[in-house]
């Protein structure tokens, strides 16, 4: 591992100090989305006053501090977790308590209410279950059949599970759900193929986003309801179409950044040892079983449409009576991390939804005027907040608030609606997210720390770049 940790040190940075860059390319990134936070933030608060006398009606709802104190908080915390490696995740659960507790009189039971026990329950599941089937060399037989399957052409095997979770998705099943299941077997091929996990576990996610809006999905189905609801109806399937388009192009773009930066080809010494991609490997014993679990597991979640984490450890329990001995190695094979990070993170954000935070900042920019502007900066809002928090909670919320933009304007409501529930998925690459965490769950325990700060750094670049090609594909064009 030293000698090929010391072969890397020249492909990434020139000079006697290498680890600085990356470094400072952190704080730069940081730096910048502090400074467009904040004039994004500054825009909602005084947008109202320098529109015009108008603003000064008492209508207009402001930012009190109840709600500006926890959101400076939520900024502070993300700062700290960039520049030091803590749990964000435990950040988060004490500051819900200390909010909860001593700013508004909350009981550990009503802080606690929105805690994400479901999703919680989805990753320890998952990662209890594959990290059997990585310990036992199952995930390895199954890398080896994905690269068959491209005949060595490694470049086109992200485009595979793109296509494979655009197609589960589309089928019906929830965005997590598909990339828990392709998520091991993802990973694991990107460290035998030396492509970058980043790179692989955003191309899973963006594809489990492009079917994620099909006449067949949960989310389809629900955005298309919550519209027509509130009295604009869009089509179905420009929605879907719209979804598959943007994720095509952002994946493209991230394949083309990446080669750019010269991080396509990862040479991180991440000690895997998987198996020759020449050689083929029959199953047996465990693997055997193993692999009958896994299609049982896409049975009943599939199939079925049982809750995969129930499934999911069910399955894990099975195959540890086969090994009891390692039992305790499996339980240690949960990403706990993880756990922390989103339970933590999903509270936090859930106590800023109780106290309006994420509704008011939507009225304050409906106040700004400009139908585009507004469109845009909801854009912006809700896909921020979908990057903390759930996307599914935030279209709920941020779609009926599009009623009156659309009354009083031209926009078309299929396009601005689609730009919205784009703009609150293509974020969820954030590994504050249930898929970014996932991804991050399943890389090698040895490479999840890096693992977790660049697919954080890649999901501030999609924070900054994806509504905004949402919104300019969808929303001045027209074109739904």
């Given at each position: 591992m030293s000698n090929?940790?010391?072969?890397?040190?020249?492909?990434?940075?020139?000079?006697?100090?290498?680890?600085?860059?990356?470094?400072?390319?952190?704080?730069?990134?940081?730096?910048?989305?502090?400074?467009?936070?904040?004039?994004?933030?500054?825009?909602?608060?005084?947008?109202?006053?320098?529109?015009?006398?108008a603003a000064a009606t008492g209508s207009e709802k402001t930012m009190t501090?109840?709600?500006?104190?926890?959101?400076?908080?939520?900024?502070?915390?993300?700062?700290?977790?960039?520049?030091?490696?803590?749990?964000?995740?435990?950040?988060?659960?004490?500051?819900?308590?200390?909010?909860?507790?001593?700013?508004l009189?909350?009981?550990?039971?009503?802080?606690?209410?929105?805690?994400?026990?479901?999703?919680?329950l989805t990753i320890i599941g998952v990662t209890y279950f594959f990290s059997m089937a990585q310990r036992n060399g199952t995930i390895d037989i199954i890398v080896q059949a994905c690269v068959r399957m491209v005949r060595g052409k490694t470049m086109l095997m992200p485009w595979v599970f793109f296509l494979m979770a655009a197609a589960l998705t589309s089928l019906g099943t929830f965005s997590p759900a598909a990339v828990a299941l392709l998520a091991p077997a993802a990973l694991g091929l990107a460290?035998?193929?030396?492509?970058?996990?980043?790179?692989?576990?955003?191309?899973?996610?963006?594809?489990?986003?492009?079917?994620?809006?099909?006449?067949?999905?949960?989310?389809?189905?629900?955005?298309?309801?919550?519209?027509l609801k509130n009295g604009f109806p869009v089509s179905q399937e420009a929605l879907f179409l719209a979804s598959f388009a943007v994720n095509i192009?952002?994946?493209a773009l991230t394949l083309v950044a990446f080669k750019l930066m010269g991080k396509?080809?990862?040479?991180?010494?991440?000690?895997?040892?998987g198996p020759e991609t020449g050689e083929r490997t029959r199953p047996h014993g465990q693997q055997i079983l193993t692999l009958v679990l896994i299609f049982a597991i896409l049975v009943c979640t599939l199939g079925l449409h049982l809750p995969i984490g129930f499934v999911a450890l069910s399955a894990g329990l099975l195959l540890a009576f086969v090994n009891i001995k390692e039992h305790t190695t499996f339980i240690g094979g949960v990403s706990w991390s993880t756990v922390l990070l989103v339970a933590g993170m999903i509270t936090y954000v859930s106590l800023l939804q109780h106290l309006g935070v994420i509704d008011t900042l939507a009225e304050l920019a409906l106040a700004l005027g400009a139908p585009l502007l507004v469109a845009l900066v909801l854009c912006y809002v809700i896909g921020v907040g979908s990057a903390f928090a759930s996307s599914t909670a935030l279209l709920t919320a941020f779609i009926?608030?599009?009623?009156?933009?659309?009354?009083?304007?031209?926009?078309?409501?299929?396009?601005?609606?689609?730009?919205?529930?784009?703009?609150?998925?293509v974020v969820d690459v954030s590994p504050f997210s249930t898929d970014g965490a996932l991804v991050?769950?399943?890389?090698?325990?040895?490479?999840?720390?890096?693992?977790?700060?660049?697919?954080?750094?890649?999901?501030?670049?999609?924070?900054?770049?994806?509504?905004?090609?949402?919104?300019?594909?969808?929303?001045?064009t027209g074109i739904l």
């Open positions: 090929t940790a010391e072969q890397t040190r020249p492909t990434s940075s020139t000079g006697s100090t290498p680890p600085t860059r990356p470094d400072r390319r952190r704080r730069i990134l940081l730096v910048t989305v502090a400074a467009i936070a904040a004039v994004g933030l500054l825009a909602l608060l005084f947008g109202g006053v320098l529109s015009g006398p501090a109840t709600q500006i104190i926890p959101l400076i908080i939520l900024v502070v915390m993300f700062v700290v977790a960039t520049k030091w490696p803590l749990n964000i995740g435990v950040m988060g659960l004490v500051a819900s308590f200390g909010v909860g507790y001593f700013m009189g909350m009981s550990d039971k009503e802080i606690l209410a929105e805690f994400p026990a479901n999703i919680v460290y035998e193929s030396r492509i970058h996990p980043v790179v692989m576990g955003a191309f899973v996610i963006n594809g489990a986003h492009a079917g994620g809006f099909s006449p067949l999905s949960v989310a389809g189905v629900l955005v298309h309801d919550i519209a192009i952002l994946s396509l080809r990862d040479h991180h010494a991440n000690g895997y040892t009926p608030l599009a009623g009156p933009l659309l009354a009083t304007s031209s926009l078309s409501a299929s396009g601005t609606v689609a730009a919205l529930a784009i703009a609150a998925t991050v769950a399943n890389a090698r325990e040895d490479d999840r720390q890096r693992v977790y700060r660049q697919l954080m750094m890649y999901a501030g670049a999609v924070v900054l770049t994806g509504p905004a090609l949402a919104w300019a594909l969808l929303v001045p």
